[in-house]
């Protein structure tokens, strides 16, 4: 099996699955029914994301390996996620919070994944970038609509930020597995795009009046499996039919 | 939040060629986040190729209560309708 491929794919898919499943928790309980059908919207958009790339980690897993299994029976040293994507909702302004500064990654990431020489990553970048672009627009807007609107939403969205900046910088951080995709081609070196994307995060913060925040420190350990006190809590819930009912299909 | 949103009437086209026809309303802050609702809650089975918004108070609407003298008149008069004419089978998709 090719060990690296295999957890260069889930370090990128799992990403998609956890934040899925973050706002997969807003369905029915969004602040308004547009915006929680936008939010699950974007859920099941990267959901379709993830089954591409499971579908393409079992096949190189081999042994029957499944989607399934890889989404719903690892244990949580074994998610690959970066600690930005797993933080809970909180409020809306910690969801689209986490969105944005997710999505400016997401776009850019998706946008350099094209050009890989594996074919299939290619190919699953190409068509979910459509997708991405649209959830950048969306949570930029909101970004937008919060610093620049009351007073409330501006304290609120200026909090969220402030907490969440300090998980930012894991975005950058590469694996072995990372390194080794990235001298064969097939990785995204995703340093060279760090400053892109602070460029990009300010400038729309700026716009919205709100403040950068600074962080002196940066936590990381996602993509190497130590994860925040809040994982375990989403994978119970991510994790509760397969485990109940071992091998139920719809 | 949602109770200081005005109320916007969503026009859909279903594909390109033919007429944008009303899909529903929703509450949204101004028009582009209106165009971004709309996209959301009625396109996301491919509904459609494009989307008008129009703020719901802006648009003037008969009175039910006018019915009588607005369309009844309209009821009795079957010769307004072309069903009088023999077609020539030449003619079709009438």
Same mark, same amino acid.
């Given at each position: 099996?090719?060990?690296?491929?295999?957890?260069?794919?889930?370090?990128?898919?799992?990403?998609?699955?956890?934040?899925?499943?973050?706002?997969?928790?807003?369905?029915?309980?969004?602040?308004?029914?547009? *915006? #929680?059908? !936008?939010? $699950?919207?974007?859920?099941?958009? /990267? &959901?379709?994301?993830?089954?591409?790339?499971?579908?393409?980690?079992?096949?190189?897993?081999?042994?029957?390996?499944?989607?399934?299994?890889?989404?719903?029976?690892?244990?949580?040293?074994?998610?690959?996620?970066?600690?930005?994507?797993?933080?809970?909702? *909180? #409020?809306? !302004?910690? $969801?689209?919070?986490?969105?944005? /500064? &997710?999505?400016?990654?997401?776009?850019?990431?998706?946008?350099?994944?094209?050009?890989?020489?594996?074919?299939?990553?290619?190919?699953?970048?190409?068509?979910?970038?459509?997708?991405?672009?649209?959830?950048?627009?969306?949570?930029?807007?909101?970004?937008?609509?919060?610093?620049?609107? $009351?007073?409330?939403?501006?304290?609120?969205?200026?909090?969220?930020?402030?907490?969440?900046?300090?998980?930012?910088?894991?975005?950058?951080?590469?694996?072995?597995?990372?390194?080794?995709?990235?001298?064969?081609?097939?990785?995204?070196?995703?340093?060279?795009?760090?400053?892109?994307?602070?460029?990009?995060?300010?400038?729309?913060?700026?716009?919205?009046?709100?403040?950068?925040?600074?962080?002196?420190?940066?936590?990381?350990?996602?993509?190497?499996?130590?994860?925040?006190?809040?994982?375990?809590?989403?994978?119970?819930?991510?994790?509760?039919?397969?485990?109940?009912?071992?091998?139920?299909?719809? | 939040?949602?109770?200081?949103?005005?109320?916007?009437?969503?026009?859909?086209?279903?594909?390109?060629?033919?007429?944008?026809?009303?899909?529903?309303?929703?509450?949204?802050?101004?028009?582009?986040?209106?165009?971004?609702?709309?996209?959301?809650?009625?396109?996301?089975?491919?509904?459609?190729?494009?989307?008008?918004?129009?703020?719901?108070?802006?648009?003037?609407?008969?009175?039910?209560?006018?019915?009588?003298?607005?369309?009844?008149?309209?009821?009795?008069?079957?010769?307004?309708?072309?069903?009088?004419?023999?077609?020539?089978?030449?003619?079709?998709?009438?």
């Amino acid at each position: 099996m090719k060990e690296n491929l295999y957890k260069y794919i889930l370090g990128i898919a799992d990403n998609s699955l956890v934040l899925g499943q973050r706002l997969g928790e807003l369905c029915g309980h969004g602040p308004s029914l547009e *915006t #929680d059908i !936008a939010c $699950t919207n974007i859920s099941l958009d /990267l &959901f379709g994301q993830v089954r591409s790339y499971y579908q393409y980690a079992a096949k190189i897993k081999g042994n029957n390996a499944t989607e399934d299994q890889i989404a719903f029976l690892r244990k949580e040293r074994e998610y690959l996620n970066v600690l930005l994507v797993e933080q809970p909702n *909180t #409020d809306f !302004a910690y $969801t689209i919070g986490r969105q944005f /500064l &997710f999505d400016i990654y997401h776009f850019l990431f998706l946008t350099e994944l094209q050009k890989s020489h594996d074919l299939n990553l290619a190919a699953i970048a190409k068509k979910s970038l459509k997708e991405v672009s649209y959830h950048r627009r969306f949570s930029s807007d909101w970004i937008k609509r919060l610093g620049d609107g $009351t007073e409330e939403s501006k304290r609120r969205i200026q909090e969220a930020l402030d907490s969440l900046w300090t998980y930012t910088d894991e975005l950058f951080h590469q694996t072995e597995a990372d390194k080794i995709m990235v001298s064969k081609n097939i990785g995204v070196d995703t340093p060279t795009l760090k400053e892109t994307y602070y460029t990009e995060v300010q400038t729309i913060l700026s716009e919205s009046t709100l403040e950068i925040p600074e962080s002196k420190w940066f936590q990381k350990g996602g993509k190497d499996g130590i994860h925040t006190e809040h994982m375990g809590y989403l994978l119970s819930d991510l994790q509760y039919m397969q485990r109940t009912y071992p091998n139920m299909e719809w | 939040m949602k109770k200081n949103w005005p109320l916007w009437e969503v026009f859909v086209r279903s594909k390109n060629g033919l007429e944008h026809r009303h899909f529903g309303s929703l509450h949204a802050a101004d028009a582009d986040m209106a165009l971004e609702n709309a996209r959301d809650v009625y396109t996301r089975r491919n509904e459609g190729v494009s989307i008008w918004v129009v703020e719901s108070k802006n648009i003037t609407a008969s009175n039910p209560e006018n019915n009588g003298e607005l369309f009844e008149p309209a009821q009795d008069k079957i010769y307004r309708h072309p069903t009088f004419y023999d077609l020539p089978d030449e003619v079709k998709h009438m």
